[in-house]
Antibody
Framework: EVQLVESGGGLVQPGGSLKLSCAAS????????IHWVRQASGKGLEWVGRIRSKANNYATAYAASVEGKFTISRDDSKNTAYLQMNSLKTEDTAVYYC???????????WGQGTLVTVSS | DIQMTQSPSSLSASVGDRVTITCRASQSISSSLNWYQQKPGKAPKLLIY???SLQSGVPSRFSGSGSGTDFTLTISSLQPEDFATYYC?????????FGGGTKVEIK
């Protein structure tokens, strides 16, 4: 069974940092791109960024709103992707989801989400 | 960046109604469009990919159409479990963007 499980969310002060994890199982993690999507309370979905597979040179891409602040990485030996978030602002408060992008059927599985709250 | 404009932002409908949601891209995205359903407190659920392909396990009352810049999600006969928020998303190139969402409520 395909599973994606996010962890690492919590309360952080403005200007602080947090690292989220996305643990995958049930599929060939190393062959998939992983995307991060966030959703502020009561708002719509916002694509955050993605990391491609080793075959695609682990290429990353980010939304303009997080470029230079957030970094996506992965450890294929641990079947885990990460979202390092620095210089956090209150507007980064959201539920953060990870999802996979497989050739043919993108974004078919999502994690349950992890809540990040940026507040003093 | 490619902008996705979804309409309407909300609608009220009755069980059994035919419901249509539209999504317009600011430039051509071929058929690189997904549709999702999201219920409160839950992750989005993929309904349609590549504009018109029904995701496995999704009821056939859901269908998608369109290419280029104009896309449509249709629910042929609305069921009680379909009351939710629906989003389109282009996956043509990064940055990927979502439409603003359509909340389908009970009339």
């Amino acid at each position: 069974e395909v599973q994606l499980v996010e962890s690492g969310g919590g309360l952080v002060q403005p200007g602080g940092s947090l690292k989220l994890s996305c643990a995958a199982s049930g599929f060939t993690f190393s062959g998939s791109a992983i995307h991060w999507v966030r959703q502020a309370s009561g708002k719509g979905l916002e694509w955050v960024g993605r990391i491609r597979s080793k075959a695609n040179n682990y290429a990353t891409a980010y939304a303009a709103s997080v470029e230079g602040k957030f970094t996506i990485s992965r450890d294929d030996s641990k079947n885990t992707a990460y979202l390092q978030m620095n210089s956090l602002k209150t507007e980064d408060t959201a539920v953060y989801y990870c999802t996979r992008h497989e050739v043919g059927v993108p974004f078919d599985y999502w994690g349950q989400g992890t809540l990040v709250t940026v507040s003093s | 960046d490619i902008q996705m404009t979804q309409s309407p932002s909300s609608l009220s409908a009755s069980v059994g109604d035919r419901v249509t949601i539209t999504c317009r891209a600011s430039q051509s995205i071929s058929s690189s469009l997904n549709w999702y359903q999201q219920k409160p407190g839950k992750a989005p659920k993929l309904l349609i990919y590549a504009a018109s392909s029904l995701q496995s396990g999704v009821p056939s009352r859901f269908s998608g159409s369109g290419s280029g810049t104009d896309f449509t999600l249709t629910i042929s006969s609305l069921q009680p479990e379909d009351f939710a928020t629906y989003y389109c998303q282009h996956i043509y190139r990064t940055p990927l963007t979502f439409g603003g969402g359509t909340k389908v409520e009970i009339k």
